[in-house]
């Protein structure tokens, strides 16, 4: 791993399907999101009105923005339903002795 590829978001442990983690990454937040034991991550500030999504409804493979419900796919982070008009930035992620790590996807 070429740390200046990837940054450090976070432990693993303190990650779950219920609840997300925030973390910095390239000057960008992003959140955190465990689906079906996969970690994913993406850009945490909704496009349509800046709200934190990883503060929203998570159900399955998709968080509904806190404020307007606009709602992404996580392992994608396809926007399906407005009101936002854009898909949130995917990163890779990976694990390494339980620390999540991650990086932009080009």
Request: a negative charge.
């Given at each position: 791993?070429?740390?200046?590829?990837?940054?450090?978001?976070?432990?693993?442990?303190?990650?779950?399907?219920?609840?997300?983690?925030?973390?910095?990454?390239?000057?960008?937040a992003v959140g955190l999101y465990s689906v079906n034991g996969a970690i994913h991550a993406l850009e945490d500030i909704c496009p349509h009105a800046e709200a934190l999504l990883s503060q929203g409804f998570?159900?399955?493979?998709?968080?509904?923005?806190?404020?307007?419900?606009?709602?992404?796919?996580?392992?994608?982070?396809?926007?399906?339903?407005?009101?936002?008009?854009?898909?949130?930035?995917?990163?890779?992620?990976?694990?390494?002795?339980?620390?999540?790590?991650?990086?932009?996807?080009?």
């Amino acid at each position: 791993m070429n740390p200046t590829d990837w940054t450090y978001a976070g432990e693993a442990a303190e990650l779950s399907e219920e609840t997300p983690l925030t973390a910095t990454a390239n000057g960008m937040a992003v959140g955190l999101y465990s689906v079906n034991g996969a970690i994913h991550a993406l850009e945490d500030i909704c496009p349509h009105a800046e709200a934190l999504l990883s503060q929203g409804f998570v159900d399955g493979e998709y968080v509904e923005c806190p404020l307007h419900g606009a709602l992404f796919h996580i392992p994608t982070g396809k926007c399906t339903k407005g009101p936002a008009e854009r898909d949130v930035v995917k990163f890779e992620t990976r694990v390494e002795s339980g620390k999540i790590y991650l990086r932009k996807q080009s």
